[in-house]
């Protein structure tokens, strides 16, 4: 029932924008942060994924991001990354805003990406803000310019948000008629405020919908490979 009440919102709706997390990803083979099996649940984000663990803690640092990357050349977008995809094509997608630094949206078609979260794909160096190849960083070099540590380009704790892809972001969720939001616990300020931000309709996609008090007008429980698959667009 709520699937077929989606499917009619998802085809009536002119403007539908998409905020993931984590958990659109873990079916691909990345794990998330929160659930069971979620990262943070062995390892201190404060330890690795904050400017601190950064500048005092870089072996650590290296060792946790190095980790991601090697596993990341393992997996692959699911197909649920690609109906998301083929919705922007077919003009029922205007945005995925996203707080993944996997690229898996954009490596499955999706064009009209947001990464609120940055990107693990590409290095720069912390001190200089000079990129730098992925080669370096995996090998733990320093920067070819100016000798500082070298870092993958996502948003530590302690760090603003890239303020484009925010504003973007917001303003497309203010003006859309549908947001979805899939896979995230919606635990992380400032991503968590978006749901609260449209006048549209909300629809929160989750494993496990009775987590948080925000108020959605549709809850669906399930994985969201299953769930977008059964949506008739
Ligand atoms: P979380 O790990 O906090 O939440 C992932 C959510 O996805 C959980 O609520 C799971 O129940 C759900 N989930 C997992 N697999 C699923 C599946 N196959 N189908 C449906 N639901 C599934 O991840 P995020 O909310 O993305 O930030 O975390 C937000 C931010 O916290 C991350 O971007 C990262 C992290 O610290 C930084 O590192 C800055």
Sequence with gaps: MTIKRLSEWLQTSTNT????????????GIPDFRSASGWWKNIDPRAVATTEALTENYSL?????????ENL???????????????EQRGIVSLVATQN???????????????LHGSIRSI???RCQQADSMEHFLSKASCSHCGGKLRPNVVLFGESLPQISWHTSMEAIKKAELVLVIGTSLEVYPVNQLPMMTSGKTVYINLDISQHAIPF?????????????????
């Design 217 to 233: 007008d549709l809850k669906i429980e399930g994985k969201i490979k299953e769930v977008l698959q059964q949506l008739q667009v």
């Design 17 to 28: 924008v998409i905020l993931t997390g984590a958990g659109m990803s873990t079916e691909s």
């Design 61 to 69: 640092f290296h060792e946790f991001y190095k980790m991601r990357l």
């Design 124 to 126: 720069r160096c912390n």
């Design 73 to 87: 050349e393992k997996v692959a977008p699911h197909e649920g990354h690609q109906i998301l995809a083929d919705w």
């Design 101 to 115: 630094v996997d690229g898996f949206h954009q490596l499955a078609g999706s064009r009209k990406v947001e990464e």
